[in-house]
């Protein structure tokens, strides 16, 4: 109950900071929704927290390789794997890396 009302707290239209011992886990994307003047929303099955209190997230709160793995929608509702750096590389000073899932053949270079 102590961590659905921190939870609770955190259901914001933006990402917050959270102090030290306040971090949640994305366990599954259960939606994505495109809005002209918003942006894109996706709605976030939280680790250790019932589908009930999942919440929705703008674009800037989800890191870069869930939104990729999730660019394909059959993949919605489904638990979030394990990601996988196969290969990383520098190019030009920036640090790019092959990033696969566990059980998952195939990756994407992401930087």
Known sequence: ARNRKRLKKFKKAECVEAEDDDFFVIESILDIKENKQTGKKFKIKWMDFPE????????????????????????????????????????????????????????????
């Not at 999942?54 to 979030?80: N, P």
């Not at 196969?86 to 930087?111: A, D, F, N, P, V």
């Open 52 to 111: 009930e209190e999942a919440t929705w997230e703008s674009e800037s709160c989800v890191a870069k390789f869930i939104q990729v793995y999730y660019s394909d929608r059959s993949k919605l509702g489904c638990k979030l794997p394990e990601p996988i750096i196969k290969h990383s590389k520098t190019i030009g000073g920036s640090q790019y890396h092959y990033l696969g899932w566990t059980g998952e053949r195939g990756g994407k270079w992401l930087g």
